[in-house]
C-alpha cells in the first residue's frame, strides 16, 4: 500500500485539477437530487451494505471497493450502513428527533443543539453529497475493542491512502500531513468516513453558494442563524488539504 505522504501529494495535484471541474449546483449541495436517477451516482452492491438502496457518488464507490479489497486481504469486512442521503431522507430522520417526548419545555434552540450532537439539518449533512459513508456500526463504542477496533485501526493507517479520511473527529488521527487541530460540531464518530477528493470541493462550493436562507422547510429552521449552523458544524470538520 502506498504511504500516506504519497497519497497526501497526490491529493493536493488532484485538487488543483478538479478546480477546474463542472461547477456543483445548490440541488447537489443541499441534497435536492435523487442518486436513484443521477448520472453521477451508482447504486452500492447489496453484498457490500447493511442495507438496499445505498447510493455513492461513482468515484467514491470506486474508491471504497478498493479500500474494501485492502481490509478483506487483512481479514477485515467493512460494510457501509448509510450512504447518499436526501434532503428528504435527512429531513425524516430531523423531524422525528425533533419530536422526542424529553424535549418537551425545551427552547427549539436547546433542541436543535442536543440534537446536533450527531444529527445533521436538513440541508447540511455531508452525506448529501454522496462523498461521505457511514460503516458497519454507528456506536462509537463498537470501534473500541474487539472486531470494531481492528475495524478502525485499519482505517486510520490505510483509509487516506484511499482518499477517504474520519472527518468527526476532536484529534488528529493522521500525523504525517500536519498537526494535530481542534474542531467545533458533531460530536465524533469513528464510524463516519469522507472521500476527501470530492468532498473538499464540495465544501468549498457550499461556503461559496450556500446561506442560512437556504436552510428552511424543517423544523428548527429558525435557529440556522443563531446555532451558526454553517460556520460550526458545516465546517466543523477536521480535513487535510
Known sequence: MKSALIFCVELAITLTFLAQSPDYTKADLLGQISPASNSSFTLVPEEYTSRSGIYLRIEVYEAFDKLRKAALDEGIEIIIVSGTRTFSHQKSIWER???????????EFDKALDILSYSSMPGTSRHHWGTDLDINSLEN????????????????????????????????????????????????????????????????????LITTQDLTNFKGANETDSLKIIENFVNGVHIQD
Open 97 to 107: 428527533k425533533w419530536e422526542r417526548p424529553r424535549y418537551m419545555g425545551w427552547s
Open 141 to 208: 463504542s463498537y470501534f473500541e475493542s474487539g472486531e470494531g477496533l481492528k475495524v478502525y485501526n485499519f482505517l486510520i493507517r490505510h483509509a487516506v491512502e484511499f482518499g477517504f479520511q474520519q472527518v468527526y473527529t476532536s484529534v488528529e488521527i493522521n500525523e504525517n500531513c500536519d498537526e494535530s487541530s481542534q474542531r467545533t460540531g458533531y460530536n465524533e464518530e469513528k464510524w463516519h468516513w469522507s472521500y476527501l477528493p470530492t468532498s473538499i470541493p464540495m465544501l468549498k462550493a457550499y461556503n461559496k
